[in-house]
């Protein structure tokens, strides 16, 4: 017979649930730090994208029973990412090309793909205005004091007022430009993304609520019998 193993003393270490991953293991403030990052992150290349996007807009209208799922299956799965419940459409084990082909056929894409495509479209046209604009001001106002001189200013028009900008002795003039510019512009990616988030949660739980209603429905007759 064999002695029972001694117990091995684990100094520093401590146990996790293996059904816990890494991420949800980290501070809250982390966590929090990386949303925000996301969140503006994926916003800001939506705005970069859509200049080189609108070359493309025919054959993806022309294309558009396959385009329009994918679209809408890229923003789901980085919504997942930064944490949003967002539940990709396909049924377990189900392959991902016959899915693609005959989506179209299905009222989900009606009623969520194409509504997601097209106001993730109104988004980040929102996106790249206030992204063209905001960020306009912010190069101006770190660009001006390196490329000005006495002999030969800049003149930066604020709508209602003007600063003439005449080297690097001009630079706190424009600090506060610049600060408020960047504050303007990550509020509005982080306000933007939000609605972006929000609009894909809404569009994007519809099968589990007809998987829900159709077990009740199974169940119902089974309970009364």
Same mark, same amino acid.
């Given at each position: 017979?064999?002695? /029972?193993?001694e117990?091995?003393?684990?100094? %520093?270490?401590?146990?996790v649930?293996p059904?816990v991953?890494?991420?949800e293991?980290?501070?809250?403030w ?7 990052? &996301?969140i ?6 939506h ?9 493309? #807009? ?11 799922p #994918?679209g809408?299956?890229?923003e ?6 930064? %944490? ?8 377990? %084990? ?5 899915w ?12 969520? /793909? ?5 106001g ?6 929102a ?7 905001? &960020?306009?001001? #912010? ?17 930066? /028009? ?7 900008v005449? %080297? ?18 990550? &509020?509005?990616?982080?306000?933007? &993304? ?17 998987? #829900?209603?159709q ?10 019998s």
């Amino acid at each position: 017979m064999r002695p /029972d193993p001694e117990p091995v003393s684990v100094v %520093g270490m401590i146990s996790v649930p293996p059904g816990v991953s890494s991420v949800e293991r980290r501070p809250a403030w982390y966590r929090r730090r990386r949303r925000w990052i &996301g969140i503006i992150g994926w916003e800001l290349l939506h705005a970069a994208l859509w200049i080189p996007s609108i070359p493309l #807009l025919i054959p993806v209208i022309l294309l558009f029973h396959l385009t329009v799922p #994918l679209g809408a299956s890229l923003e789901r799965i980085v919504a997942r990412r930064i %944490g949003v419940v967002a539940p990709s459409g396909r049924k377990k %084990g189900e392959r991902k090309t016959p899915w693609l082909l005959a989506r179209v056929a299905h009222v989900e894409f009606w009623r969520q /793909d194409l509504p997601l495509c097209v106001g993730g479209m109104a988004l980040s046209t929102a996106s790249f205005f206030l992204t063209a604009l905001l &960020g306009a001001l #912010l190069t101006v106002s770190v660009l001006a004091p390196f490329m000005s001189s006495s002999e030969a200013p800049i003149r930066v /028009d604020l709508g209602g007022s003007e600063i003439a900008v005449s %080297g690097l002795q001009s630079a706190p003039l424009l600090l506060p430009v610049g600060l408020i510019a960047l504050s303007l512009l990550l &509020g509005a990616l982080w306000g933007l &993304g939000r609605l972006r988030l929000l609009l894909v949660k809404a569009l994007s739980g519809e099968r589990e609520t007809q998987r #829900l209603e159709q077990l009740t429905a199974e169940v119902g007759p089974l309970t009364a019998s």
